[in-house]
């Protein structure tokens, strides 16, 4: 089935220390995107990838970096950086980077700090 | 993005239609109107979308009123799985540069057996 698949589900981190949050998708979507949920809250932009090899800063940038080497994967790393880390983060791909194409979205992952 | 208003919480027996009204009266000619669902600790699942005509997929019908200003989506037999929050967006951000999806508050729909 074709779709979006974050990694892992719930993740904990040590202070000072990075992680790496998975996104993969197999929807051959150029478009991808990580938001950032926090309890009663709506989603906050991070960063988003129009295609493969380029990337730009969302909203709330700082603390945090990507890659897109692979059309299909969009992988976020949380840095020591990010004060405040503890979120719902969720994975988006969109068929282009448009206003009338929907973002699907992953489950998913639940970080939390130790 | 126009703000949208949507009622916190509705009802709908299972098997029946769930209509799920959403205001969006400061809409402007170019954003599109979406729709989209949360069940607790999921990712939001798109729904639908349109922009001045009616819409249809497999899940729902999206109906917009003819000045805009509103909006209905139409679950037409409503499941017990069909129980999360509905999200209704308003969204332009070719021309107000602002990327991510901003969603409300939302209506909170129980489907009842």
């Known amino acids: 089935d074709g779709g979006i698949t974050q990694s892992p589900k719930y993740l904990f981190r040590k202070e000072g220390q990075n992680v790496t949050l998975s996104c993969e998708q197999n929807?051959?979507?150029?478009?991808m995107y990580w938001y950032r949920q926090d309890p009663g809250q709506g989603l906050r932009l991070i960063y988003y990838s129009q295609i493969v090899n380029d990337f730009q800063k969302g909203d709330i940038a700082e603390g945090y970096s990507v890659s897109r080497e692979k059309k299909e994967s969009f992988p976020l790393t949380v840095t020591s950086a990010q004060k405040n880390p503890t979120a719902f983060y969720l994975c988006a791909s969109s068929i282009r980077d448009s206003d009338n194409q929907p973002q699907h979205f992953g489950d998913g992952t639940r970080l939390s700090i130790l | 993005d126009a703000k949208t208003t949507q009622p916190p919480s509705m009802d709908c027996a299972e098997g029946r239609a769930a209509n799920l009204p959403c205001n969006h009266s400061?809409?402007?000619?170019?954003?599109?109107v979406y729709w989209y669902r949360q069940i607790h600790s999921q990712g939001p699942q798109y729904i639908i979308h349109?922009?001045?005509n009616n819409e249809t997929n497999e899940m729902a019908s999206l109906i917009i009123t003819e000045d805009r200003k509103s909006s209905t989506l139409i679950l037409p037999h409503a499941t017990l799985r069909d129980t999360a929050v509905y999200y209704c967006?308003?969204?332009?951000?070719?021309?107000?540069?602002?990327?991510?999806?901003?969603f409300g508050s939302g209506t909170r729909l129980q489907v009842q057996p």
């Open positions: 400061t809409i402007s000619g170019n954003e599109y």
């Open positions: 929807l051959n979507h150029d478009a």
């Open positions: 967006i308003v969204r332009a951000f070719m021309d107000t540069g602002r990327r991510a999806l901003t």
């Open positions: 349109g922009l001045k």
